[in-house]
């Protein structure tokens, strides 16, 4: 007969994610917590409702997870959160887990603690846990159900319900061609014609959205959300940008819109997330017509800008003969790659000039320059003047 007190501590100790045993609904013990009360007041009750493995996402405090040992026992583990936890999140569990609001620095030291999971690492850590106490082995779609089709059925229903609604009131999403114009204009870089666009389409006859939420504020938030996922992936990558760069960007201002807590500092701030997409297109725009070889390499060296990367490395990467390399390179980008590689280390250092506080050691040695007075004058020699003359100008 296992020792389920040991196991607890034992999972704790190599896992580092906070972990419960229960005995029907009576809590046991614990390892991982703050304190030695139950932990899982009301995620507990929900848990009971599931089979086993079962997993429980909550809107605010995390996902948690139960896996039954035998028709007694059981563990609960969580919680466990994809990204790094906030101040809204750990006044989430405080307030959901009952907790005095004193103790507010020491959850937060809890929570901050935890390993990040993804939803997936997760899930087959339950059915690892499952395996280990059970020996019954199960797969993740089995476990829970992911690939359970009924939610087409549900949505087709819905799909078929609501387009026979809108026909007969007239109601037809018109933003089709507008985000058509506007992804061209992304793409390009043109930021003067795109303001234009986006001015006049103000004066225009309204354009017809689709209902994505129940609420005003919830429907400018998901409108924003998604027009940042298509410009960034369908017009600002094509355009140029660099793919880590566009998806960070994205990352960002989808956070950012999250904080808001009026429409229209959400519509402010989706005009400036178009214009921001525009400009930093412009910026690194690629001519047309460039191969798919020679785009590889340019995004190879966009995201190992900050290391001491060479043309060598980047032949190394390319996997053919370094004249051929060479020579595609100067007949499409028009430069050799190392001055290709110097001109994106520039570029990032004007973006770390014009939005952080960083110094110039600071920026030089992470750009990987041999010295700072190196990177000045480099910095010099293409932009026309000093680092600190570009900060002055532009931050």
Not at 146 to 152: A, L, P, V
Not at 160 to 173: G, I
Not at 255 to 262: A, G, K, V
Not at 265 to 273: H, I, P
């Amino acid at each position: 007969m296992r020792d389920l007190r040991v196991f607890c501590s034992m999972f704790y100790a190599s896992h580092y994610l906070p972990i419960a045993l229960y005995c029907r609904s009576d809590f046991i013990c614990s390892a991982g917590f703050h304190g030695d009360s139950d932990p899982y007041p009301f995620v507990m009750p929900k848990l009971l409702k599931m089979g086993s493995p079962a997993v429980y996402v909550s809107s605010d405090t995390g996902f948690y997870g139960l896996v039954k040992y035998d028709a007694d026992n059981c563990f609960v583990l969580g919680p466990a959160y994809s990204t790094p936890i906030t101040e809204e999140g750990i006044r989430a569990y405080i307030n959901k887990n009952a907790i005095s609001p004193g103790l507010q620095g020491d959850i937060a030291q809890f929570l901050g603690g935890i390993p990040q999971y993804t939803y997936n690492q997760f899930l087959n850590l339950l059915v690892y846990l499952h395996y280990i106490l059970t020996g019954e082995q199960l797969s993740v779609t089995e476990a829970f159900s992911i690939t359970d089709t009924g939610y087409q059925q549900v949505i087709g229903q819905q799909h078929t319900e609501k387009a026979y609604q809108d026909r007969e009131n007239q109601r037809q999403h018109g933003t089709y061609n507008f985000e058509r114009q506007m992804l061209s204009l992304i793409e390009r870089g043109d930021t003067e014609q795109l303001n234009q666009f986006l001015m006049e389409s103000l004066l225009a006859a309204p354009i017809k959205e689709g209902k994505l939420a129940d609420t005003p504020l919830r429907q400018a938030k998901n409108l924003l959300i998604g027009t940042a996922a298509m410009v960034g992936k369908e017009a600002a990558i094509p355009g140029g940008m660099d793919i880590e760069q566009a998806y960070q960007l994205i990352d960002v201002y989808t956070q950012e819109c999250e904080r808001l807590q009026s429409v229209e500092a959400v519509k402010n701030l989706q005009y400036n997330m178009l214009m921001d997409f525009t400009k930093r297109v412009a910026k690194q725009r690629l001519p047309a017509g460039i191969s798919k070889e020679i785009h590889t390499c340019i995004q190879y060296i966009s995201t190992h800008i900050n290391e001491p990367i060479s043309a060598i490395d980047v032949v190394a990467f390319f996997g053919k003969s370094r004249a051929c390399l060479f020579k595609k390179f100067r007949q499409e980008l028009g430069m050799t790659i190392g001055a290709y590689i110097t001109a994106c280390k520039i570029r990032e250092a004007k973006f770390l000039l014009q939005y952080t506080d960083k110094s110039l050691g600071e920026i030089s040695s992470y750009l990987c320059f041999s010295s700072q007075s190196y990177f000045q004058n480099v910095f010099k020699k293409h932009c026309g003047f000093t680092p600190l003359e570009y900060r002055k100008a532009y931050a």
